[in-house]
């Protein structure tokens, strides 16, 4: 398992769920990445939660968790800035960053979105831009994800919490590595 494979899975699980077997897939690959690299976080919860729940709850559980909750919405951007025009220099710096890597963000998210931005850093680590990958997420990423996880901390009822505590662990983990995972 790779560190772009693990990206990719934590993007996935942080889109709309619209299948349990992908979904279950996701969090096989990411808890084992994390089990390997010794991120020690609840992830498993987010597993059991995912294989005793028909796809309608977990559809449900997305929407009243990063839907229905401003605090808890998955824009990085809404965590740093709120709604004041630093967050628009912010998305533009964003698509600059996909724009100068190549990437096409899949869909029609906003680029400061959750599952976007690993989607991104996913690709940065397949191409092995590993000092720009690990620059963009101490300066773009983490800061927002810092909050989000902040945010999270105290709801213990929140099914997607671990998976919030995994992309903040491996974001951390990943910019302070010397060597490409």
């Given at each position: 398992m790779t560190i772009a494979e693990t990206y990719a899975s934590l993007a996935r699980m942080l889109d709309y769920p619209v299948g349990k077997e992908g979904l279950l897939a996701d969090c096989g690959r990411v808890g084992a990445f994390l089990g390997e690299n010794r991120l020690d976080c609840s992830f498993g919860t987010f597993g059991d939660f995912v294989a005793a729940s028909p796809l309608a709850t977990l559809q449900e559980e997305y929407v009243g968790t990063f839907d229905f909750n401003p605090a808890t919405a998955p824009y990085l951007g809404h965590h740093l800035f709120g709604d004041n025009?630093?967050?628009?220099?912010?998305?533009?710096?964003l698509k600059q960053e996909f724009g100068r890597y190549g990437f096409t963000p899949p869909g029609n998210e906003l680029p400061d979105h959750l599952s976007v931005v690993l989607g991104f850093l996913a690709h940065m680590a397949r191409e092995e831009s590993n000092g720009a990958r690990r620059t963009?997420?101490?300066e773009s990423v983490l800061p927002g994800m810092e909050r989000l996880s902040a945010v999270f901390a105290d709801r213990q009822d929140v099914p997607w919490k671990p998976v919030i505590e995994a992309a903040r662990l491996l974001c951390a983990a990943d910019c302070k590595e010397a060597d490409p995972c």
């Open positions: 025009q630093k967050k628009g220099g912010y998305m533009i710096g963009f997420i101490a």
